[in-house]
């Protein structure tokens, strides 16, 4: 583990269905300051992108684009795979996201580090995007 890395600690998201989707994103930000989620219209496989035009409105309520019928908790640790994280939103609440990485002022889709950790992701956005002294 990197000098950057936190050790491993349980975060959650709160996923209510009268939630706006951009609850959730400010919510995990506050978690992770280098990294986003966007949510699609579809879900996509491991290590493949999504065309943007299928990126859903983040003003949207959660029942508005899922078909569950309860909302709950989505557990995870800086530790946890990108990959991990986008199949839990898509298996216990039906959302398909994808994970952005902050590099200098664009983000970035992270399909080809899907393996890396959240923790690793962020580390990697804040170097990117952190002036040099």
Request: charged share 25%; aromatic share 10%; net charge positive.
């Amino acid at each position: 583990m990197s000098p950057k890395t936190k050790a491993p600690n349980s975060l959650h998201l709160y996923i209510d269905l009268n939630s706006r989707l951009s609850e959730i994103q400010k919510e995990f930000s506050t978690h992770f300051p280098f990294l986003k989620i966007e949510f699609f219209k579809v879900p996509h496989k491991i290590g493949q992108g999504l065309i943007k035009d299928l990126i859903i409105n983040s003003n949207k309520l959660v029942k508005d684009c899922s078909t569950i019928k309860k909302g709950g908790v989505i557990e995870f640790t800086t530790v946890t795979p990108v990959s991990d994280l986008e199949t839990k939103f898509f298996k216990d609440f039906k959302l398909s996201v994808q994970v952005f990485r902050k590099a200098g002022s664009i983000w970035l889709e992270t399909t080809a580090t899907d393996s890396w950790t959240l923790a690793q992701q962020n580390d990697e956005g804040a170097e990117f995007s952190t002036p040099s002294k």
